[in-house]
């Protein structure tokens, strides 16, 4: 593997794939007009810009009109939010789960200085909710029930089908954060049930800067950027017209990648998994084995810092993570796996794997072979030595 790249990240973004780049190119060289403008340069843009939002619609099997384009999935993700306390001024209060990616737990926390009420509903020690305790937390003056589909540091499924009835059942919308499910599970909102979800382009071989937001028809939604007024007056600003298209043509492809996601990358992570808990004194899982993502693996590793692991595993041209990208560069241990009841000896010396349609048996091979030294390496505080 040398003078390659490793890459077990995937979680935290992905190559853009060359069929999204080709798809782009021609919006970033050819036609570079404006949609919104009136003459027949810009007003060409319009068509390929439906078109691709029939392509990531289908993604979800939801109708062309309910997705809205915008800058990234915490954009989606704080719209809904903020928009769920505006429509209702009656009603402050917000359930969302301890686990959540930062782009729903810090809005939530801006919302709590706005004179908001917030519910964070604990989980287990495999990260699990009570869906009963879900319930009782839903009040009279509940705004919205957001809780992820699936968890971006452990790979973690919610039922969010059950979560979305239960709301109904009491008449409150639910909105969920499907950034990292897109394109590695099959996703279907009518199935689903839910009123508002969340995507990222750039977890899917996308470019960074486009994300989307379902709304189900029907449902109340203020917007949060307001402008020219774009995306059917409900999100404002200029289309990011490469992006769309981009974000289009990676959901075409997602759709047709999800059995090399559910067979040969699954396969390729449970190898990876169970090689380094058999062979490595002291590693343990942070989760369960199911329901979970197929990419998806996070590994405690025994008195060890993952800052100075990652740091080797960067010497030796592997890339992983300890967490949300989002997160680099604290010091705090990991929300998620602290909520989870883990001390935070434990949340420190986690690392994430995330593998993607690219990875190969070679780049498994390559990890398990050099892991065991590079941890032999690390001492107690995560130093080498």
């Given at each position: 593997m040398s003078g390659q790249i490793c890459y077990f990240d995937n979680n935290a973004t992905t190559r853009v794939a060359p069929a999204v780049v080709e798809a782009m190119l021609p919006f970033l060289t050819e036609q570079w007009g404006n949609p919104s403008s009136l003459y027949g340069f810009g007003q060409d843009l319009n068509?390929?810009?439906?078109?691709?939002?029939?392509?990531?619609?289908?993604?979800?099997?939801?109708?062309?009109?309910?997705?809205?384009?915008?800058?990234?999935?915490?954009?989606?993700?704080?719209?809904?939010?903020?928009?769920?306390?505006?429509?209702?001024?009656?009603?402050?209060?917000?359930?969302?789960?301890?686990?959540?990616?930062?782009?729903?737990?810090?809005?939530?926390?801006?919302l709590e200085t706005q004179g908001c009420s917030i519910t964070y509903l604990p989980?287990?020690?495999?990260?699990?909710?009570?869906?009963?305790?879900?319930?009782?937390?839903?009040?009279?003056?509940?705004?919205?029930?957001?809780?992820?589909?699936?968890?971006?540091?452990?790979?973690?499924?919610?039922?969010?089908?059950?979560?979305?009835?239960?709301?109904?059942?009491?008449?409150?919308?639910?909105?969920?954060?499907?950034?990292?499910?897109?394109?590695?599970?099959?996703?279907?909102v009518r199935a689903l049930g839910v009123d508002f979800l969340s995507l990222s382009a750039h977890k899917l071989h996308a470019p960074k800067g486009i994300g989307a937001l379902y709304v189900k028809s029907g449902t109340k939604y203020q917007p949060y950027l307001m402008g020219g007024g774009q995306e059917t007056g409900r999100r404002g600003g200029t289309e990011n017209v490469a992006g769309i298209v981009g974000f289009g043509r990676a959901a075409e492809l997602a759709l047709g990648n999800l059995e090399i996601q559910n067979t040969r990358v699954r396969a390729l992570r449970d190898k990876l998994e169970r090689q380094i808990l058999s062979q490595i004194p002291g590693?343990?899982?942070?989760?369960?084995?199911?329901?979970?993502?197929?990419?998806?693996?996070?590994?405690?590793?025994?008195?060890?810092?993952?800052?100075?692991?990652?740091?080797?595993?960067?010497?030796?041209?592997?890339?992983?993570?300890?967490?949300?990208?989002?997160?680099?560069g604290s010091l705090d241990p990991s929300h998620v796996l602290t909520a989870m009841g883990f001390g935070a000896a434990r949340a420190r010396g986690s690392i994430r794997f995330s593998l993607g349609i690219d990875s190969t048996e070679a780049e498994v091979d390559y990890v398990l072979k050099v892991l065991p030294g590079l941890l032999r390496k690390c001492n107690g505080s995560g130093q080498t030595t």
């Open positions: 068509r390929p810009l439906e078109q691709a939002r029939a392509k990531v619609a289908a993604l979800i099997n939801a109708e062309l009109t309910e997705i809205i384009f915008t800058s990234c999935g915490t954009e989606s993700i704080n719209s809904v939010l903020r928009s769920a306390v505006a429509i209702r001024p009656g009603r402050r209060h917000i359930v969302a789960t301890a686990v959540e990616h930062s782009a729903t737990l810090k809005c939530c926390r801006f989980v287990n020690a495999d990260g699990a909710l009570d869906l009963a305790l879900l319930e009782h937390s839903i009040r009279q003056d509940t705004a919205l029930v957001s809780v992820m589909s699936a968890n971006n540091e452990t790979g973690l499924l919610f039922p969010v089908a059950e979560i979305a009835a239960l709301c109904h059942e009491k008449g409150i919308p639910c909105h969920t954060d499907a950034v990292q499910m897109a394109g590695k599970l099959r996703l279907n590693a343990v899982r942070n989760g369960p084995s199911e329901p979970r993502l197929p990419n998806s693996t996070n590994i405690a590793f025994d008195a060890i810092e993952a800052e100075g692991l990652l740091l080797l595993l960067d010497e030796a041209g592997i890339c992983a993570s300890s967490g949300s990208a989002c997160a680099a």
